[in-house]
């Protein structure tokens, strides 16, 4: 199975994380499919804007458990340098030139919100959830987070997010503009598309010369990896990473000891 499906609608093209059994869980294989089609998309001057989603009830549950659990098995070196090209390969989405809008028909949770915060605008269905839940998992935020909740969320939301892992329904991200737009799930494909097609319309230099000024910003993000790739390897060494991943496949609360 293609773990991302590309498809070119017009000048509108969709990229959708593709594991809907496993919820879109991020993988090796879905981030080294994602970062491919970035250059086949900016060199394609048809396609003006692009819609990233997931395939089935979610638009990704965040980190595979599996592979969060194999790195308490790595030193931190391997999983410092490994986490850098792991975020490196699924944030290749903030190199694509024209518009993103991240379509969340379902929970974006974790790293897979983050994606969300490095597209361009957001949408989503009246029965998304999202939030990062890293501290829940006795994990230090990755995948951007203490980078880009604070630029696109300012600092008091993204300190909320981060510090409490919590969840959000997808009225209160609407209320507290997370996202830009809600819809009901029957109507979210279409109205994406409308907004798509929106933005197809305009000038398209003009359109890619307004995205680029906006992030010019973004050439400090890489600072912000490398403490998180630190953060996180020094995490998955700890008693409470093991009790985190533990608690959510037992579908209980955790109880970290600090160890």
Not at 102 to 122: E, K, Q
Not at 179 to 206: C, D, G, Q, V
Request: aromatic content about 6%; overall charge positive.
């Amino acid at each position: 199975m293609n773990p991302v499906l590309f498809e070119k609608d017009g000048s509108v093209a969709w990229i959708t994380l593709n594991d809907p059994d496993r919820l879109n869980a991020l993988t090796e294989a879905m981030g080294v499919a994602l970062a491919k089609l970035v250059p086949q998309i900016n060199k394609d001057q048809s396609i003006r804007a692009v819609i990233l989603t997931g395939a089935g009830r979610a638009f990704s549950a965040g980190g595979n458990l599996d592979i969060i659990e194999a790195r308490t098995r790595k030193k931190s070196a391997v999983n410092q340098k490994e986490m850098l090209g792991f975020y490196g390969r699924f944030l290749s989405i903030l190199k694509i030139e024209v518009p993103v809008i991240a379509m969340i028909n379902g929970p974006a949770i974790g790293a897979a919100f983050c994606m969300t915060m490095g597209c361009d605008l957001r949408v989503a269905s009246t029965e998304a959830k999202m939030g990062v839940n890293f501290v829940k998992l006795g994990l230090s935020p990755g995948m951007g987070a203490t980078f880009l909740l604070p630029h696109v969320l300012g600092t008091p939301t993204a300190m909320d997010l981060l510090l409490t892992g919590r969840t959000l329904t997808a009225e209160e991200a609407l209320r507290r503009n997370l996202i830009h737009h809600l819809f009901a799930p029957e109507a979210l494909k279409e109205e994406t598309r409308r907004l798509a097609e929106e933005i197809a319309r305009n000038a398209p230099m003009a359109v890619r010369t307004a995205k680029r000024g906006v992030l010019n910003h973004m050439s400090l993000l890489q600072k912000s990896l490398m403490f998180e790739s630190k953060g996180q390897a020094a995490c998955f060494r700890t008693e409470d990473l093991k009790e985190g991943v533990a608690a959510i496949r037992a579908k209980r609360n955790p109880r970290f000891s600090g160890a």
